[in-house]
């Protein structure tokens, strides 16, 4: 069984709701945003009220994963985290939760529940291969 050690994968854990997430994604994506500016980006998948944003960008702030300066009568957010780490935290956090900490386990559930197609499997096929190269760089002159 592979062992997933939590302080290699997961240095901080952010614990971040659906809408959370999504507010983090429209920060990353136009690195810094007003309230009003969120709202419009969400807008139109989500229907919430401007205050909905606003009250969550304060309890994101609190969290320390956004923070603000001040522009005339407005605060400018951006993410405080980049989306790797808090993708890196997500994923870990599955996996201990879930998976009781085993990568392995989440894999084989991804192909055993046919949620990974044959062009995503080739995909991984060729990570793997780079990954072992790069842990053993004399495996590829090795036949």
Excluded: C
């Excluded at 136009?30 to 009250?55: K, N």
């Excluded at 994101?60 to 005339?72: F, I, L, N, S, T």
Aim: no cysteine; hydrophobic share 40%.
């Amino acid at each position: 069984m592979l062992s997933f050690s939590r302080s290699r994968f997961v240095q901080e854990t952010y614990r971040l709701g659906d809408l959370q997430y999504a507010i983090m994604r429209v920060l990353w994506r136009y690195d810094e945003a007003t309230s009003s500016q969120v709202h419009a980006a969400l807008y139109p998948e989500r229907g919430l009220a401007p205050t909905t944003i606003a009250t969550m960008l304060a309890k994101m702030e609190k969290k320390g994963v956004v923070a603000h300066r001040q522009k005339g009568r407005q605060f400018v957010y951006r993410a405080v985290v980049a989306e790797p780490e808090v993708r890196r935290s997500m994923v870990g956090e599955l996996v201990e939760r879930a998976f009781r900490g085993d990568p392995a386990a989440l894999v084989n559930h991804l192909l055993k529940e046919g949620e990974i197609d044959l062009r995503e499997l080739a995909q991984l096929k060729e990570l793997i291969e780079a990954k072992e190269s790069e842990d053993d760089p004399g495996k590829g002159e090795r036949s």
